[in-house]
């Protein structure tokens, strides 16, 4: 059968059109599925669609020699205080990995090198995508506090603080590491964490983890070159 509708996007909607500044009018434009933002302006592009979509969200599970991990203690809302992963915002002009270890070096002051995808989290309600990557420090790298982070540590994977983690997709991709360092292989997972309307970014008791999977490694040929 046909896949299922999108769930209800709860969160912040524009209200006037980008080009013109006219009022948008919710509906579904011609040749469409789904109701958009379309502005109400005669003047404007005929039926301009204002599109809304999904932000991706990168960042880096950083592992040192010793198997810790890197963490980052936020000084900034939400959740301040709390504990995360380096990660945030993919910027225009970069590719998911380059944005991941830019944002390593941002909020812990580490050069890092990406190794492989580890894991995408979806979280439809919050229209947010995580794709976060495997890395290493670079060889002579040291680590530190950006502008948003009142510390940042390597912890050993048995002493990650879970209950006091900012984030339900850290959390989620965190548990996931764990599980491939004990079984001695590191795979893709993706999943979809579905949260409860206006629950903070963390609380376990507001979200869920559903279509899990992981996809172990699989020995690709050399790609490019040719002739």
Known sequence: GPPPPPREWLGWRAKFCGECGAPLERRVPGGDSLERGVCSSPACAP??????????????????SA???????RAIEPCRGQWTVPAGFMELGESAAEGAAR?????????VRVEAPFAQVDIPVIGQVYLLYRASLEEGSRFGAGPETLESKFLPLDEVPYDDLAFSSVVTALRFFAADVEAGSFGFHSCVIDKDP???PSDPASYRVTQASRVPPLPYPALGGGG
């Open 198 to 200: 206006g629950s903070s």
């Open 67 to 73: 198997g810790r991990v890197l963490l980052c203690r």
């Open 103 to 111: 944002e390593t070096w941002e909020e812990a002051e580490a050069c």
């Open 47 to 64: 039926e301009r669609v204002v599109y809304e979509n999904p932000k991706v969200v990168v960042g880096c599970i950083v592992r040192d």
